[in-house]
């Protein structure tokens, strides 16, 4: 498999993604209890060749258990796990670990440390005359040629983990499973470490799932995300997908920061306390307005409606930009974000401009509030 996409996915773009690509993972009706406790029910999920997908969601949703299942480590209860067109699970049918032709990376990279680079990397690979071959290929791959007799201790972090990802790599998988591999990462090398892997694995054209719970390394990383709460996954989507449309509140509020204002709407336009916006698609009626911190435009009060006003009650600076909190005469709260050098106080009076399209949801029978105040 290695080397089947790379000069397709030489600098580590997205591979284009088209109903007529092979499934390389078909997950159906997956379904798996620990005793009375339902980790993963009714999993419907597939990732076609060369496409990366994160499963995403809180710890105890099932993500973990949903790797487990494909790794071929726990046995589905119901439902069915291919693997490039093979079944290896259910149905009466199980294929263990070893020959599911699956590789692996974890949080620890689980180097051997008796052992060198070369042969931490040679050590899945089948004795034969093809496996010197087979290891500088990796190496090559991950960007340590000239490693190969260095020791783990001899590395830095990132480099160990590449080690960990040329050995994976070097068994030629058809899937590659990543259970949380960032979160042992300095916080300042770990976004450059995780774009360096995403290249690797776009040249090596694997399939990979990942598992994580950081929105900002699923988002970054995958070409589609599957939010995973409770045990099913909640939407399936790219990464602006989800975030601009969310198909539920749960994924919106799960997604990024979310605020939310009562609203009426009619077709592709709602009112809200701070003005009109226009929709994403058309609705009608009482609704709740997804409100995203970039959707709010902060301007002097003075150039707003007093209705469209409000006061800053907190601020947080972040260096490249700063998000704050505001409270509306309404005593809702909306966040907005906004460039680091426009100085703003908790205490000052501001304006706020409403950007869309939003996304709208059918208001909840037991919210009491007006569906919208727009005096002003």
């Known amino acids: 498999m290695i080397g089947a996409l790379r000069a397709h996915a030489a600098t580590g773009d997205t591979v ?51 790797l487990r299942l494909v790794a071929g480590f726990e046995q589905p209860d119901s439902g069915t796990i291919e693997i490039d067109g093979q079944l290896v699970a259910g149905e009466g049918q199980f294929v263990p670990p070893e020959r599911r032709r699956i590789g692996m990376m974890f949080q620890e990279y689980a180097l051997f440390p ?171 009626g009482p609704v709740d307005v997804l409100i995203r911190p970039e959707m709010v435009e902060l301007c002097p009060p003075e150039q707003a409606p007093p209705a469209h006003t409000g006061v800053i009650i907190d601020r947080h600076f972040f260096g490249h930009d700063q998000l704050a909190t505001i409270e509306l005469p309404t005593g809702d709260r909306l966040q907005s974000r906004w460039i680091s050098r426009e100085w703003r106080r908790p205490g000052d009076r501001v304006g706020l401009r409403l950007h869309g399209p939003a996304q709208v949801f059918p208001k909840r029978p037991d919210d009491d509030r007006p569906a919208v105040d727009a005096r002003g």
Request: proline share 6%.
């Open 114 to 284: 008796h052992l060198s680079v070369g042969k931490n990397v040679a050590y899945g690979i089948p004795r034969g005359p093809d496996r010197d071959r087979r290891v500088e290929e990796a190496l090559a791959l991950v960007d340590l040629e000239g490693f190969r007799d260095r020791m783990p201790h001899q590395l830095s972090g990132g480099q160990q983990q590449r080690v960990a990802l040329a050995r994976a790599l070097a068994t030629r998988p058809t899937v590659m499973l990543l259970d949380e591999p960032f979160s042992n990462l300095d916080p300042e090398r770990r976004t450059q470490i995780r774009a360096d892997v995403r290249a690797i694995l776009k040249r090596a054209g694997v399939t990979v799932l990942l598992v994580t719970h950081d929105q900002e390394e699923a988002l970054s990383l995958a070409d589609r995300v599957a939010v995973m709460l409770d045990g099913h996954i909640e939407q399936l989507a790219t990464p602006e997908d989800l975030y601009h449309y969310p198909a539920t509140r749960a994924v919106a509020r799960f997604i990024g920061d979310a605020d939310w204002l009562p609203g009426l709407a009619e077709g592709n336009r709602v009112i809200t306390p701070i003005g009109e916006v226009a929709t994403h698609g058309e609705a009608h």
């Open 16 to 66: 284009p993604l088209s109903d007529n690509l092979p499934a390389a993972l078909q997950i159906a009706g997956l379904t798996k209890r620990f005793g009375r406790v339902t980790a993963v029910e009714d999993l419907d999920l597939t990732a076609h060749a060369g496409e990366f997908i994160a499963l995403l969601g809180p710890s105890g949703c099932g993500k973990t258990t949903t």
